[in-house]
């Protein structure tokens, strides 16, 4: 105002704080025996925590390199959601959460029928099984054939060493379905 001649000013600084991001990373499947070790990440957070639907449980659920071990009605069910949570900075009281799905693949199964004594023509292996398998593959301990070593139920025809030795063992092996990494293998002594 007149007669003044200087104006008057003052600045103020804020600083803004952003909202926190979860990202809890792609959906995977583990084998069912195995663990997992988590691969999360947050934004703007100062904290995480990991939480789950299911019956596992985490070593250190606050890390977001926790590693996940499932519990018996996780691995029933197939797969379980986990859940990321990027906790606020203050003044911010907003979190934020993803999820993601673990599913477990089943290890194979083998089994390979009874033990029993055959005609020395040919053998029919009708009572084998395999579950949870990538493929199959029928190995002998002895110097026969096979019909084919690749299906369920082939036939082996006994060599001379088999009918001179008077038995023999036959092994079917069935191979896991990635992740997993172990053959579940079975055998049948024939006489």
Same mark, same amino acid.
Do not use: R
């Given at each position: 105002?007149?007669p003044?001649t200087l104006?008057?000013?003052?600045?103020?600084?804020f600083?803004?704080?952003?909202?926190?991001?979860?990202?809890? /990373?792609?959906?995977?499947?583990?084998? +069912?025996?195995?663990?997992?070790?988590?691969? %999360?990440?947050?934004?703007?957070a100062?904290?995480?925590l990991?939480?789950?639907? %299911?019956?596992?449980? @985490?070593?250190?659920?606050?890390?977001?390199?926790?590693?996940?071990?499932?519990?018996?009605?996780?691995l029933?069910?197939g797969?379980?959601?986990?859940t990321?949570?990027?906790?606020?900075?203050?003044?911010?009281?907003?979190?934020?959460?993803?999820?993601?799905?673990l599913?477990?693949q089943?290890e194979?199964?083998?089994?390979? /029928?009874?033990? %029993?004594? @055959?005609?020395?023509?040919?053998?029919f292996?009708?009572?084998?099984?395999?579950?949870n398998?990538?493929s199959?593959?029928?190995?002998?301990? /002895?110097?026969?054939?096979?019909?084919?070593?690749?299906?369920?139920n082939?036939?082996?025809?006994? /060599? +001379?060493?088999?009918?001179?030795?008077?038995?023999?063992?036959?092994?079917i092996?069935a191979?896991?379905i990635?992740?997993?990494?172990?053959?579940?293998?079975?055998?049948?002594?024939?006489?």
């Amino acid at each position: 105002l007149d007669p003044c001649t200087l104006e008057a000013s003052d600045d103020a600084y804020f600083m803004i704080q952003e909202l926190p991001v979860a990202d809890a /990373g792609a959906d995977i499947t583990i084998c +069912e025996t195995g663990s997992n070790i988590m691969n %999360g990440s947050v934004d703007n957070a100062c904290g995480s925590l990991w939480e789950t639907a %299911g019956d596992g449980s @985490f070593d250190v659920p606050s890390s977001l390199t926790a590693e996940y071990a499932p519990g018996p009605n996780d691995l029933s069910a197939g797969s379980v959601t986990l859940t990321l949570t990027a906790q606020p900075c203050s003044p911010c009281d907003v979190e934020d959460t993803d999820e993601m799905v673990l599913y477990f693949q089943v290890e194979p199964e083998s089994y390979a /029928g009874e033990d %029993g004594t @055959f005609c020395e023509d040919a053998i029919f292996l009708n009572d084998a099984t395999v579950a949870n398998n990538a493929s199959i593959l029928w190995t002998t301990s /002895g110097d026969g054939t096979w019909s084919d070593a690749f299906t369920l139920n082939p036939q082996y025809f006994p /060599g +001379e060493d088999d009918k001179t030795n008077g038995e023999v063992t036959l092994t079917i092996t069935a191979t896991p379905i990635h992740p997993c990494d172990v053959a579940a293998k079975d055998d049948i002594v024939i006489t």
